[in-house]
């Protein structure tokens, strides 16, 4: 359960809120149990009324007070349900964005070698089934389970002020039990077979979502009915596995119900005692059994919730195992040079995992304010050392120091949203005049000032509403926005012309006057000013 420790910790940073949503819930079920127990005493009133009408013994009924109590609590009822449901709604909605905001900076700290290791589909599951797991825990697990205590407790207090306190125990113990059972026993009875659940889910879905992408692959070999009936395997073994868990799950809610009836039946024969000596009428003896039927509602929704708290375990446990920060998995920290230098390489070797190295004993050791170029031809291992100096990969041997960097990518990545959102990603106290000054210097100022948004215009998805050209000036515009003492640039003239490039490496020499950049590219022409050149064999 120590997975969740820090999810949880981000939830509970909105106590009040969870607080208040509680209370709405607990007004909810409290006006229905309200509502069960005072029909059914003012049925058994009205009913021993009629008895003693038809003997010919004269007796007053009072209708307006049960009768105004069953209508505020239906009244109530439906009030804070409906309150609840809004609110709630919400909350988990604030929930989902912390823990999306969280996870997010996570992974933007997190080693790239791990992240490396998983699949777009396995990604897709992170951040949409895992995430879900995890914000919607409060209302499924947390909520309930607190809230079956306290009606719990208030029936007991109930039935310790209309019978007495040895009822009250009794019926303490008795939904103790369904309490445990419902909730401890349910979990313990399914955390390894849910846990499991989860795993398989994602492999499965990676495994149909790479049997859909590689088709037509699948197709030319004359392998689709083959992966297709493997796929169709693994999926009746998750459904096999999965009717194990809900089987268990039933049991323990049927048993939990077993439970809270013979409470009931406790009551109407303990109260039923007290009726003949005169303690309690007969109203008041069958309103206790009708409030404690009523706990049914709240505990039907325990035994399904532990039963799916083994996955949300597991969620949390992938998501902190791929979101960890390098200083969390055994790598340290980037150490910072000597002051008089920006960066210092000492026998660095670049691999990939499974494969053998594709950069080795590479020393560079660069000065402060100095702008080296790195040229080699495609597969010479430039945006892998890249990677390296910039932190996203860890060598795998050597030692290196740098300051703090921004860096450049050779892959052009814009978000679906607008330009100004995209661009302050680099500098998010950057003003709209900085944003322009930018602009200007990668020659994009004109074509954002004719549109009708300028600093607001909607970029499409991954740039769609941009050429590969502009595209590319935007995220260098990103890039010169941030400041890092220390700038890598791989490639930053991909898809832009000869004259575009040349002017646009002028403005760059008075833009980045003062800091350290490492700038890569196949050939010198694609370079823009620099001290001195490395070439990679």
């Not at 992974?107 to 599951?125: D, I, M, P, V």
């Not at 009606?151 to 007991?156: G, K, N, S, Y």
């Not at 039907?300 to 979101?323: C, Q, Y």
């Not at 990518?409 to 330009?419: E, G, K, P, R």
Request: net charge neutral.
């Amino acid at each position: 359960m120590r997975e969740l420790t820090p999810w949880l910790a981000l939830i509970f940073q909105r106590p009040w809120r969870l607080m208040l949503g509680g209370v709405l819930i607990l007004a909810t079920l409290a006006s229905g149990i309200g509502l069960l127990a005072l029909s059914g005493w003012f049925i058994t009133d009205t009913a021993l009324a009629g008895i003693l009408l038809a003997a010919g013994t004269q007796v007053a009924v009072n209708l307006y007070v049960p009768g105004g109590g069953i209508r505020f609590f239906a009244v109530s009822r439906t009030v804070a349900r409906y309150l609840e449901r809004v609110y709630n709604h919400d909350t988990v909605l604030r929930l989902l964005t912390d823990i999306r905001v969280a996870l997010f900076r996570k992974l933007a700290g997190a080693n790239r070698t791990g992240q490396s290791k998983l699949s777009g589909a396995q990604w897709l599951s992170r951040l949409t089934s895992d995430v879900d797991a995890l914000d919607t825990i409060y209302l499924r697990v947390i909520a309930p389970t607190a809230l079956a205590g306290v009606i719990t407790l208030l029936v007991a207090l109930l039935a310790w002020v209309l019978f007495n306190g040895a009822v009250a125990l009794g019926l303490l113990v008795i939904t103790a039990l369904a309490f445990v059972l419902a909730t401890v026993a349910v979990y313990v009875r399914t955390r390894a077979p849910s846990y499991r659940q989860a795993d398989r889910q994602e492999e499965l879905r990676t495994a149909v979502v790479e049997h859909i992408e590689g088709f037509a692959e699948l197709r030319a070999a004359g392998r689709t009915g083959r992966h297709g009936a493997w796929l169709l395997r693994q999926a009746h073994q998750m459904n096999s596995e999965q009717v194990e868990v809900d089987s268990r799950v039933g049991w323990h809610q049927a048993i939990s119900h077993l439970l809270i009836n013979l409470c009931a039946v406790f009551a109407l024969w303990a109260g039923y005692s007290l009726f003949e000596t005169g303690a309690i009428s007969g109203p008041v003896l069958v309103l206790l059994p009708i409030a404690i039927l009523g706990l049914a509602e709240v505990y039907s929704m325990l035994p399904e919730a532990f039963g799916k708290l083994g996955s949300t375990v597991s969620a949390a446990a992938r998501l902190n195992r791929d979101a960890a920060p390098p200083g969390e998995d055994g790598k340290a920290e980037i150490p910072a040079p000597a002051d008089d230098l920006a960066l210092v390489a000492r026998d660095i070797a670049v691999r990939h995992v499974g494969f053998a190295p594709v950069l080795t004993h590479f020393d560079l050791t660069l000065a402060r304010s100095e702008r080296v170029g790195i040229l080699g031809r495609s597969g010479s291992g430039k945006s892998s050392l890249a990677d390296t100096l910039a932190g996203l990969q860890p060598p795998s041997r050597g030692e290196l120091a740098r300051q703090p960097c921004i860096y450049l990518t050779q892959q052009t990545m814009l978000f679906d949203d607008t330009l100004r959102a995209n661009l302050v990603l680099g500098n998010p106290a950057a003003t709209d005049a900085e944003l322009w000054q930018v602009l200007e210097l990668v020659e994009l100022g004109d074509r954002f000032a004719r549109e009708p948004e300028q600093l607001d215009t909607w970029l499409g998805n991954t740039g769609s509403r941009l050429s590969g050209g502009e595209a590319r000036r935007v995220a260098l515009a990103r890039v010169l926005l941030n400041p890092a003492p220390l700038v890598i640039l791989d490639e930053p003239f991909t898809g832009l012309d000869a004259d575009t490039r040349t002017r646009i490496s002028k403005r760059l020499e008075r833009w980045l006057e003062g800091k350290s950049v490492i700038s890569l590219a196949h050939g010198s022409e694609a370079l823009p000013a620099t001290d001195r050149v490395i070439h990679l064999e």
